[in-house]
């Protein structure tokens, strides 16, 4: 009975296509007047009879339609970044150490109050082992949450209308968060009409971001063939900030969408958390991910 469940609503079971039915057995943080209250459940089956599951009263647990409840598999996350790292050997011990204590970080936390993102970085010899990296390690914070990845190319978008992309960039990763998918990659950033980079304070943003237990992980493809592997992480974050902005800011902008200094120093703030500069791997150069 809903008397025994004093901290939650009883609701009906979701049907529509981005909602996905709770794990079997999992932990809710339910939040009341008296502080938190962690709540084991059983969640029925979609075959049962009456179709109802428990969520929180206090809808901003779940605010902008998070998954109800992704309960972290740690163990599964570090397994699939060892892996990662036999593949992609010749990377800097700094990528691996600082990406992962970032992802864990986020992973451990019972209730995020925002997003994780980070950016990856490489020269142009390196653009298939930036690609391939990025994807394999959204694609390993994901299993870690039994889900998988939403793949966005700006290259993809060159040439087109800023609010087109910009809408279009919304309605991708609403739909993944939603659903199944709670890790993007948004590859090569500098591609992106500039204005429609700006759909990124929404899901970036430090205190109000529609997701909170999702990844973003950022590539950008620096103009020069190589990086030097002697640069430090602060030389290359520069490189990447200086680039981005010459990329997507226009000095003569004026309209409220568009991407001006301003409103540039507020996106990079919200994407720069971690920098990680990727190493050209040969094998995957030559054979793809």
């Not at 998070?66 to 598999?73: T, Y």
């Not at 909170?212 to 950008?220: D, H, I, M, S, W």
Request: proline share 7%.
């Amino acid at each position: 009975m809903i008397s025994h469940y004093p901290l939650a609503t009883l609701l009906p079971w979701p049907t529509g296509p981005h909602h996905q039915l709770p794990d079997p057995d999992c932990t809710l943080l339910l939040e009341g007047e008296r502080g938190v209250a962690l709540q084991r459940y059983q969640a029925r089956s979609p075959e049962s009879s009456p179709r109802h599951w428990f969520l929180p009263r206090d809808q901003s647990l779940i605010k902008g339609g998070d998954h109800p409840c992704r309960a972290p598999e740690l163990e599964t996350f570090a397994d699939q970044l060892s892996l990662l790292q036999t593949q992609f050997p010749s990377q800097r011990p700094e990528l691996w150490r600082r990406s992962k204590i970032h992802l864990e970080k986020h992973l451990k936390t019972a209730q995020p109050t925002e997003p994780v993102s980070l950016i990856f970085t490489a020269g142009l010899g390196a653009e298939q082992t930036l690609r391939c990296l990025a994807q394999r390690l959204a694609a390993s914070f994901s299993s870690a949450l039994n889900g998988s990845l939403l793949y966005i190319d700006g290259a993809d978008t060159a040439g087109m209308d800023s609010d087109q992309v910009k809408l279009d960039i919304d309605n991708q990763l609403r739909a993944a968060f939603e659903g199944d998918k709670p890790a993007a990659v948004i590859h090569r950033l500098e591609e992106f009409p500039p204005g429609s980079t700006l759909i990124f304070y929404r899901y970036c943003d430090h205190e109000h971001a529609a997701y909170k237990r999702v990844f973003l992980l950022f590539t950008v493809l620096l103009p020069q063939d190589v990086l030097g592997e002697k640069k430090s992480l602060r030389e290359v974050e520069e490189n990447v900030q200086d680039y981005l902005r010459e990329r997507l800011v226009d000095s003569n902008i004026v309209s409220y969408n568009g991407m001006d200094g301003d409103k540039y120093g507020g996106l990079w703030s919200r994407i720069s958390h971690l920098i990680l500069p990727v190493v050209l791997e040969k094998e995957v150069e030559l054979r793809g991910c």
